[in-house]
């Protein structure tokens, strides 16, 4: 067996290529203590696409399948990054091999397929984890951190969207995105994360109402080849039927005050929109995902006339910037990939078994992709019953 950490990522699409660098990065970020890790081989159906990403990061090989990657013994870590209906027979097969599995989210397309992976899971001696990859944004951690040390205190009031614009053009290419049951489209691509955040703020989720699931471009053009990601592929004259949400909304009680959440792919103009507004004892916090290393936060101090937002940029003194960017300098900026080589660095940690003396938090277990999709799962079936409240 060679030495270190054998790497695969299988998917060479938009988002495996963000974890096919990530891992190439990941042992680069703060302190050398983690074992070599060797980027072995990424998997695609697509030779083409696996092929140009494997050169592109430096992996030693392409496969064409996950069986491939399942059966390789110089192989210990794998990420799946395919379309969320393909999540359960890759991750269960590898799970079966010993690989360990990051898996991106949500954790399936079906709430049942994600509750037998987590039994899967945890009937394996290997690790499984989700990639909620805003569970270390530097912004999202810091006004956790102001609500659980007091500072701003308990939530009241959560008001967040994820707006997204890749399905707004009805002659975007058909692709998985609008395969499945209603709740697997925008729900489910990035309302996953946005209810992940909300939760990872406000605590656990009681109950949800007012689920609303639309789709308003009712078909799409079939594309004449391979789409990638949200790309604008050639399309053929013939049409297919787009068969979940363009959009999606609801409110929602949480353990700590309560919440509205409205997701779209259909919102010109927001490429990648993720905002929201927390409202606590204390004051305020607002964040938007295009400066992620930054908040606004508003105290309840001082007379009204003289009170209001203030910016706050995050420096290297966060705990999970220290030491870990290679110029670890005041705004020296941290966007949404270095959030996947942070995602990898845990990952890989954990799997290592090297104390993160930089307390990045682990990736989120398989029960809480579970959990995650069961709010997603309540949403559709308020939706179904013209918004009706649905505990959890
Ligand atoms: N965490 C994030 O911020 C984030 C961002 C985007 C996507 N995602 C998630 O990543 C996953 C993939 O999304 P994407 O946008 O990269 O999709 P994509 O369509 O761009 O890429 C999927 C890739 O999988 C390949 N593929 C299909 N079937 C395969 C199989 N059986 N074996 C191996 N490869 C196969 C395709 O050829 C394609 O290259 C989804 O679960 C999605 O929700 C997460």
């Given at each position: 067996m060679p030495e270190g950490i054998g790497v695969a990522v299988i998917g060479a699409g938009m988002a495996g290529k963000a974890h096919a660098s990530a891992y190439r990065t990941a042992p680069t970020?703060?302190?050398?203590?983690?074992p070599p890790v060797r980027l072995v081989s990424i998997g695609d159906i697509n030779p083409e696409f696996g092929s140009a990403a494997a050169r592109r990061f430096g992996y030693e090989r392409t496969d064409s399948s996950w069986q491939a990657i399942a059966e390789?013994?110089?192989?210990d870590v794998v990420s799946v990054v395919i379309a969320n209906s393909l999540h359960r027979e890759a991750v269960d097969g590898l799970l079966a091999a010993g690989k360990h599995v990051l898996c991106?989210?949500?954790?399936?397309?079906?709430l049942d397929d994600s509750r037998a992976m987590a039994a899967t899971a945890a009937a394996s001696s290997a690790i499984a984890r989700v990639?909620?990859?805003?569970?270390?944004t530097p912004g999202i951690a810091y006004i956790r951190e102001l609500i659980q040390s007091g500072?701003?205190?308990?939530?009241l009031h959560f008001s967040g969207r994820y707006w997204t614009?890749?399905?707004?053009?009805?002659?975007a290419p058909m692709s998985w995105?609008?395969?499945?049951?209603?709740?697997?489209g925008a729900l489910s691509d990035v309302g996953s994360h946005l209810s992940y955040i909300a939760e990872f703020l406000?605590?656990?989720?009681?109950s949800v109402q007012g689920g609303q699931l639309s789709t308003t471009i009712g078909s799409r053009p079939k594309p004449l080849g391979a789409v990638m990601g949200h790309d604008h592929a050639e399309v053929s004259d013939e049409y297919a039927d787009v068969?979940?949400?363009?959009y999606a909304a609801f409110s929602a009680e949480f353990e700590h005050g309560v919440g509205a959440l409205e997701v779209s792919r259909?919102?010109?103009?927001?490429a990648n929109s993720l905002n929201f507004e927390v409202f606590c004892e204390n004051g305020a916090a607002r964040f938007d995902q295009r400066r992620p290393a930054e908040i606004e936060l508003f105290l309840n101090e001082g007379p009204s006339s003289r009170n209001g937002y203030r910016q706050v940029v995050l420096g290297p003194e966060h705990p999970y910037l220290s030491g870990g960017l290679?110029?670890?300098?005041?705004?020296t900026g941290f966007g949404q990939n270095e959030a996947f080589a942070y995602q990898a660095r845990s990952f890989l940690d954990e799997v290592a078994g090297v104390d993160a003396a930089e307390a990045l938090p682990v990736c989120a277990s398989f029960d809480e992709g579970v959990h995650n999709m069961e709010m997603l799962a309540a949403v559709a079936e308020s939706a179904r019953a013209d918004g009706k409240k649905v505990s959890l």
């Open positions: 970020l703060f302190k050398p203590t983690l390789a013994d110089d192989i991106e989210k949500p954790l399936s397309d079906n990639g909620f990859t805003f569970r270390r500072v701003l205190g308990k939530v614009d890749y399905a707004s053009d009805p002659q995105r609008y395969q499945g049951a209603a709740g697997s406000s605590g656990s989720t009681v068969e979940n949400d363009d259909v919102a010109a103009g927001h290679a110029m670890d300098a005041p705004s």
